[in-house]
């Protein structure tokens, strides 16, 4: 049997929570919300093709926030990926005989303890410990207390599971070490300043404020799709409800905000941010209510909708438009 000395705090976000546990198990003393932020967590998506749950669906975080904080605290960053789910175990194993915890990312329709009907490929859970005898791996996963159990057979098959973002052949990642972050408001400034970078390129119509621009100009189609219904009541879950920690992810970022003003980045209180990134917590809040109001409408009407829409576009502008500043 081995069992690592778990670092595990309930959190908000399955990344952002599983990122900062291991970031304490090796000596860095970050929250949640400054996680997220180092890892330039923001994101904007519109889809609308491939495999995905309805005739659109909106995505509010970045896909590769991992690789963000890792690289932001100057730590080279790569999922290592498998053939088979034996090679990827004995890995795994490997690296909690070295004392090394991991981050891994998960199907939640083959977590016991989610007992879901539906799959979700990209869920990350961290792993402190397995027991060969009784066939179970120990994880800490986003705001549950505490150790769970996971046999051995269950975790192979939540980690080799595609999606319509994600292709999982047994993605983990467990450094030795991280180094100390002798120089953390240089850090926050060049998190911030990337993630307005990304979210402000139109190279895509698809992602970033050219996504929000592309729903913007497409929301009175969505009366017409036969799944009308569940098209808004997915996005208000994915904005609202499913790990976002309240606004799309903007009000933990609002937080990090605050933080990183007082850890010595003066910039971000004379621009403003906190404040902004507020109010576009409250705008998406609010978008997304409207998305649950709709989606329990017996006919389609997407009027406030479409209205509150407008809101977030205004708000996420003006954010990002102020954040260029602190470059």
């Known amino acids: 049997m081995i069992l690592l000395a778990h670092t595990h705090q309930p959190g908000r976000h399955c990344a952002s929570s599983g990122i900062r546990d291991l970031a304490e198990y090796h000596g860095l003393a970050l929250d949640e919300p400054m996680c997220f932020g180092i890892g330039a967590g923001l994101g904007l998506w519109y889809l609308k093709d491939g495999n995905i749950p309805a005739s659109r669906m909106v995505h509010v975080r970045s896909l590769d926030m991992e690789v963000r904080f890792f690289h932001h605290i100057n730590v080279p960053f790569a999922w290592e990926r498998f053939a088979d789910p034996r090679e990827s175990e004995d890995r795994l194993r490997a690296h909690l005989e070295n004392g090394r915890p991991a981050i891994i990312q998960t199907d939640i329709f083959y977590l016991p303890y989610y007992n879901s009907g539906t799959h979700f490929p990209g869920h990350l859970i961290t792993v402190w410990g397995c027991d060969e005898t009784r066939r179970i791996f120990y994880v800490t996963d986003t705001e549950r207390e505490g150790l769970l159990e996971v046999p051995f057979d269950?975790?192979?098959?939540?980690?080799?599971?595609?999606?319509?973002?994600?292709?999982?052949?047994?993605?983990?990642?467990?450094?030795?070490?991280?180094?100390?972050?002798d120089d953390l408001p240089e850090i926050i400034v060049t998190?911030?300043?990337?993630?307005?970078?990304?979210?402000?390129d139109c190279s895509s119509p698809f992602q970033g404020l050219a996504a929000l621009d592309t729903w913007r100009q497409e929301i009175d189609q969505w009366e017409t799709f036969d799944d009308w219904q569940w098209t808004a009541r997915l996005a208000y879950q994915v904005i609202e409800k499913r790990g976002t920690g309240g606004g799309g992810f903007r009000l933990m970022y609002?937080?990090?905000l605050a933080a990183a003003a007082a850890a010595q980045?003066?910039?971000?209180?004379s621009l403003g941010l906190p404040e902004k990134m507020k109010a576009a917590a409250a705008a998406w809040k609010a978008l997304a209510d409207a998305l649950k109001e709709a989606s329990e409408r017996p006919t389609p009407d997407f009027a406030v909708v479409s209205e509150?829409?407008?809101?977030?576009?205004?708000?996420?502008?003006?954010?990002?438009r102020a954040a260029a500043g602190l470059a």
């Open 265 to 269: 980045v003066p910039g971000i209180s």
């Open 254 to 256: 609002a937080e990090f």
């Open 191 to 200: 998190a911030v300043t990337h993630n307005s970078r990304v979210l402000e």
């Open 308 to 320: 509150r829409l407008e809101r977030v576009w205004q708000v996420e502008n003006d954010y990002h």
């Open 154 to 181: 269950d975790l192979g098959k939540a980690r080799f599971s595609s999606g319509s973002l994600f292709d999982l052949r047994g993605n983990l990642f467990a450094p030795a070490s991280l180094p100390p972050l």
